[in-house]
């Protein structure tokens, strides 16, 4: 028995990917759509210039899981690279209908590019999506559960017929919900490795994409998020209970 898995070295399918192998101790084949278009058409400007730190993060996260828990040696297979992949009729159809439902943001996008692909290789394949995210939000209203995962009612919406092959393990669970889990099972640390930045510079995330905003761990070698206004708000109350604190004292002290 093998679990096919969606993996890109972000931090929703490397906390599966630590789930399947560590806790649940079953084998994995990693799947990495490595295509820079994967996201939009060659000619538009917003898309994904992370792949070759996608890739070196997945290849830093399977080297430390494997150091932390020599176990999951034989558990991982060599990750399968997917370098391009072309949406045929069915999918370019079904995927401008989404776009035109806002179901997605892009008719060509990663959920495109995997219903492909499990479409090519007739393959239930796990995605990793969680609660709060935009696919989650449009669409987790047609997931149920069926045995110990969950998938899409395609009777609730036949829109939704080219995503019958997903597992969705996540759909009922927030980023904050992984990171206490991993935290219980001792595999927190290997989430800092995760890559998450779509518009990196000089190697080092830019803080400012969605996915940096959206990040809730530190990238452990250069990563640290930017100052937001709430949290200088934060800081700043911080400092006056602090102030108030120590007038209190001295106004005891000296009486």
Known sequence: MITYLFFTGGYDSTYRLCE??????????????????IDNEENKKTRRKNHIYEKKSQDKIIEKIKDKFPYTKELIEPTIIVKSIDYDSEIEQAMNKMRKNRYVRRSK??????????????????????????FEKKLGKYVVKKGNNYVFDIDK????????????????MTKHDMLQEAKTQDFDS?????????????????????????????????????????????????????LIILGATKYITFS
């Open 20 to 37: 399947l192998v560590i806790v649940n101790k079953v084998k994995v084949q990693p799947i990495y759509i490595s295509d820079k278009y």
């Open 109 to 134: 996008c990663q959920y495109g590019a995997m219903a492909q692909y499990c479409k090519n290789s007739n393959k239930k394949i796990e995605l990793c999506a969680e609660i709060g995210g935009h």
């Open 157 to 172: 919406n036949k829109d939704l017929e080219i995503f019958k092959n997903f597992y969705l393990p996540l759909i009922k």
């Open 190 to 242: 290997i989430l800092n490795n995760t890559w998450s930045c779509w518009y990196p510079k000089n190697g080092k995330h830019c803080g400012k994409c969605i996915m940096c905003k959206e990040r809730i761990v530190p990238y452990k070698e250069h990563f640290t998020l930017k100052k937001t206004k709430q949290n200088e708000k934060i800081l700043l109350f911080g400092i006056i209970i602090l």
